[in-house]
């Protein structure tokens, strides 16, 4: 069982900048892909950002160049700086583990961003 809890989300103006954080209950050794999502009112839910047990990231295109996806083995934490924020980016962001034999997902409880001047 993997636990992650979402921190960091807010209300930020376009331009601004925010950095979320997800705490993982568990050692990251077992974890083969940690990664971010989103899902605005209305839309379906969103890769964002996914970073590998070897350190490899990958990007939705929408967010390259403007989001930074790393990760803390020693302190078991998943973090997204997120910069250049547009009104598009508001959403609620998840936290998902790929846990194990077989990449068992696992999923936080959501953190709320919204960009509006």
């Known amino acids: 069982q993997v636990q992650l809890v979402e921190s960091g989300g807010g209300l930020v103006q376009p331009g601004g900048s925010l950095r979320l954080s997800c705490a993982v209950s568990?050692?990251?050794?077992?974890?083969?892909?940690m990664g971010w999502y989103r899902q605005a009112p209305g839309k379906q839910r969103e890769l964002v950002a996914t970073?590998?047990?070897?350190?490899?990231?990958n990007y939705a295109d929408s967010v390259k160049g403007r989001f930074t996806i790393s990760r803390d083995n020693a302190k078991n934490m998943v973090y997204l700086q997120m910069n250049s924020l547009k009104p598009e980016d508001t959403a609620d962001y998840y936290c998902?583990?790929?846990?194990?034999?077989?990449?068992?997902?696992?999923w936080g409880q959501g953190t709320q961003v919204t960009v509006s001047s």
């Open positions: 998902n583990a790929k846990y194990g034999v077989g990449s068992r997902d696992y």
């Open positions: 568990t050692s990251m050794f077992n974890i083969n892909a």
């Open positions: 970073i590998y047990s070897g350190g490899r990231t």
